[in-house]
Nanobody, 117 residues
Framework: QVQLAESGGGLVQPGGSLRLSCAAS????????MGWYRQVPGKQRELVAA???????NYAASVTGRFTISRDNAKNTVDLQMNGLKPEDTAVYYC???????????WGQGTQVTVPS
């Protein structure tokens, strides 16, 4: 079965950085768009960033210039480098198979990112 394992979440002060990682298994990783979504209680789940099989990227306007998504097909991993973190970035972040170019079909467990004000 498909498994997505996120890591790297935690608490960081405003202006700080975190790097989230997602290790995928059970899929032909290299052919899929991979994404990162986030969700805050009471708000819609939003696509934060996505990267296609050809490494084309897409970012939410709120994170453009601060976050960078990347993938390593040899390792079956997708990362999200988050710089200049703000309190409004606080959310549970989910790794997904799909996103942007297609609806997500698989979701990771999620990892909490907290940026206090």
């Amino acid at each position: 079965q498909v498994q997505l394992a996120e890591s790297g979440g935690g608490l960081v002060q405003p202006g700080g950085s975190l790097r989230l990682s997602c290790a995928a298994s059970g899929i032909r990783f290299s052919i899929y768009t991979m994404g990162w979504y986030r969700q805050v209680p009471g708000k819609q789940r939003e696509l934060v960033a996505a990267i296609t099989a050809s490494s084309r990227t897409n970012y939410a306007a709120s994170v453009t210039g601060r976050f960078t998504i990347s993938r390593d097909n040899a390792k079956n991993t997708v990362d999200l480098q988050m710089n200049g973190l703000k309190p409004e970035d606080t959310a549970v972040y989910y790794c997904t198979v799909g996103g942007w170019t297609r609806e997500p079909t698989n979701w990771g467990q999620g990892t909490q990112v907290t940026v206090p004000s």
